[in-house]
Structures are given as C-alpha cells and as structure tokens.
C-alpha cells in the first residue's frame, strides 16, 4: 500500500516538473517574440543625402556581409558615429524611410552633410568642390560662403576663400558665353579674396587667383588687355637731329659765358658728323663755333689771371 503511494507521489512530481519546463519554454518563446527582433536603439549624429548608389556592410569594411543598398538621393541618418577627415571613412548609416535598414557606407557615398560637428561639414563639402558640375557648382559655392561667414578665423577658413574664389572663376569661364553671369561670378571670387585679412599666409597664394580674375575681365572686355599695348619704337636720333641738337645746347652754354661747355659741345657735333658730306654744313658751324668758344675762354682765363 505504501508502496502504490510512494509511485504516486512520483508521478505528480514528474508531472510539475514538466509542466514548469512548458512553463519556462513558452514564456522564453514569448519573450523573444516580443524582444528578440527589436532593432538596436541609436542616437542620431546627422543627416546626410545618399551621393551615388552604395552598399550597407555590417561592418566598416567592404570584405564584411551587407545589410541591402541604397539609391542616389536617398535621405539617410549618421549613426552615433562620427567620421574622420577623411572621406574614405566609414559612416553608419540608415534611410529615413526605413529605420530598420542600416550598416556602414563609405563618406565619399555622402552628400550635403549636416551633423553636431560644424566643422566636418565644412570640410566635407569643401573636398566635393573640385568634382562638382558647373550645374550645380554655383550653389555650392553659395552654400559653402554661408558656412564660412559662422566660423571662427582661421587659415584654413583664408585657404577655403581663396578655394571659392578659384572655383568660381572656373565656373565664370565656363559660362563666359553669358556675360551677365560671369560678371557676377568674377565679382564673387573678388569678394572671397577680399575676405582674406591682409596679414594672412595664404595672401602671397591669391595672385594667381588675381590674375584670372583680370583674364576673365578682359575677354568680357571690361579692362583693357595691359599686354595688347604696343608701344611705338623709339627711332634712333639721326646723325643730323643729334648735331642740331648739341649745336642748339653750345649756342646757349656760349650766350651764357660757359665757354669750355660750348667748346665741348662743338666738338662733340664735330665727331659726329666727321666724314659725311651730307653734314658738312652743320659740321663747319660746329667747328666755328668750338673754335669761338675756345677763344673766348682763352681771353677769359687771361684775365683772371691779370686779376690776381
């Protein structure tokens, strides 16, 4: 009798033990249900606009499973990630339209970057500039002026000016064909470069920017081209006009008592007409007058030393 007892008693406790273990078995079911799938909670860092189609990696390395891929334009989040100054970096990523896409792109795959860090996004959008379309460089141009204008005064903020100022004088001669708005581009760069304080650095770089500015400006005709000047040759004085000219230069030093000057000027005309039958005229007034000048000072000097 005790013995059926005791079997009894055995099989109830069988029995609870299974049915704690369905117990424990359903509700780890439910509760993966409920939170096995819940997605990771992140902080959103920034914005960003997708630049060309890309890849989601699960991890910041192109060797690792991807997580799907995004289009151009897309609009994404910055992930509790912020990239360094380099745009190969590694950013994590989401689209806005489906939080629960997200996984690692390249910052070279990034647009119109607006994050916590002022700083990177000037930076950013200043390594975009050299491979902008003239469509769409002018508001670049634009948008990154407008940064520039908060941040605190730097070389580096001297160097992007002098870069602006470039590009728009690239974009001005793209569009030279109308007149109107590579004037406007060209008074822009004047306006970046002016930007520069006067005791910067990067001063002694921005005359190479100058002097596209002045190019553009002249093909536009606004100046005159400085090198399309051509100066008149300076004709060689002739042999006569230069005797004329010391025989006009003695007469004076003679009216006015310079008598050695007089016969040095005579002398010279004489030289250099010596020999030309064209110039015997005014060769034989030039030896007159040497000859009258060195008389006169010849009595000049005698009578200086009679005063004595």
């Given at each position: 009798?005790?013995?059926?007892?005791?079997?009894?008693?055995?099989?109830?406790v069988?029995?609870?033990?299974?049915?704690?273990?369905?117990?424990?078995?359903?509700?780890?079911?439910?509760?993966?249900?409920?939170?096995?799938?819940?997605?990771?909670?992140?902080?959103?860092?920034?914005?960003?606009?997708?630049?060309?189609?890309?890849?989601?990696?699960?991890?910041?390395?192109?060797?690792?499973?991807?997580?799907?891929?995004l289009?151009?334009?897309e609009?994404?989040e910055?992930?509790?990630?912020?990239?360094?100054?380099?745009?190969?970096?590694?950013?994590?990523?989401?689209?806005?339209?489906?939080?629960?896409?997200?996984?690692?792109?390249?910052?070279?795959?990034?647009?119109?970057?607006?994050?916590?860090?002022?700083?990177?996004?000037?930076?950013?959008?200043?390594?975009?500039?050299?491979?902008?379309?003239?469509?769409?460089?002018?508001?670049?141009?634009?948008?990154?002026?407008?940064?520039?204008?908060?941040?605190?005064?730097?070389?580096?903020?001297?160097?992007?000016?002098?870069?602006?100022?470039?590009?728009?004088?690239?974009?001005?001669?793209?569009?030279i064909?109308?007149?109107?708005?590579?004037?406007?581009?060209?008074?822009?760069?004047?306006?970046?470069?002016?930007r520069?304080p006067?005791?910067?650095?990067v001063?002694?770089?921005?005359?190479?920017?100058?002097?596209?500015?002045?190019?553009?400006?002249?093909?536009?005709?606004?100046?005159?081209?400085?090198?399309?000047?051509?100066?008149?040759?300076?004709?060689?004085?002739?042999?006569?006009?230069?005797?004329t000219?010391?025989?006009?230069?003695?007469?004076?030093?003679?009216?006015?008592?310079?008598?050695?000057?007089a016969?040095?000027?005579?002398?010279?005309?004489?030289?250099?007409?010596q020999?030309?039958?064209?110039?015997?005229?005014?060769?034989?007034?030039?030896?007159?007058?040497q000859?009258?000048?060195e008389?006169?000072?010849?009595?000049?000097?005698?009578?200086?030393?009679?005063?004595?």
């Amino acid at each position: 009798m005790s013995s059926n007892r005791g079997v009894g008693r055995g099989y109830r406790v069988a029995g609870l033990v299974v049915c704690l273990l369905a117990v424990m078995a359903i509700t780890a079911a439910i509760t993966l249900a409920l939170f096995g799938t819940r997605e990771p909670t992140f902080a959103s860092f920034g914005t960003a606009v997708v630049d060309t189609p890309v890849s989601l990696h699960r991890q910041p390395s192109e060797d690792t499973e991807t997580a799907g891929t995004l289009e151009a334009g897309e609009p994404v989040e910055i992930l509790e990630y912020v990239p360094q100054k380099t745009l190969d970096a590694w950013v994590l990523i989401r689209p806005k339209q489906n939080v629960k896409l997200y996984g690692y792109a390249p910052l070279r795959s990034l647009d119109h970057l607006e994050t916590k860090n002022e700083e990177l996004d000037l930076w950013h959008a200043m390594q975009l500039l050299a491979q902008a379309s003239p469509a769409d460089l002018k508001d670049r141009l634009t948008s990154i002026g407008d940064m520039l204008k908060t941040a605190p005064p730097s070389e580096e903020k001297d160097r992007s000016y002098q870069t602006l100022a470039s590009e728009s004088v690239r974009l001005a001669n793209d569009r030279i064909d109308n007149p109107d708005e590579a004037r406007t581009l060209v008074t822009s760069a004047e306006t970046y470069l002016d930007r520069i304080p006067p005791d910067s650095p990067v001063v002694p770089e921005t005359e190479e920017v100058r002097a596209a500015i002045q190019k553009v400006r002249i093909t536009l005709g606004d100046i005159h081209d400085p090198a399309a000047e051509v100066k008149a040759p300076v004709e060689p004085a002739s042999p006569r006009g230069e005797i004329t000219r010391l025989l006009k230069e003695a007469t004076a030093a003679f009216d006015n008592g310079r008598y050695a000057r007089a016969a040095n000027l005579s002398q010279q005309a004489v030289a250099k007409g010596q020999g030309k039958r064209d110039l015997t005229k005014l060769v034989d007034q030039a030896r007159a007058l040497q000859k009258k000048a060195e008389t006169a000072q010849e009595e000049y000097e005698k009578v200086n030393i009679q005063s004595r």
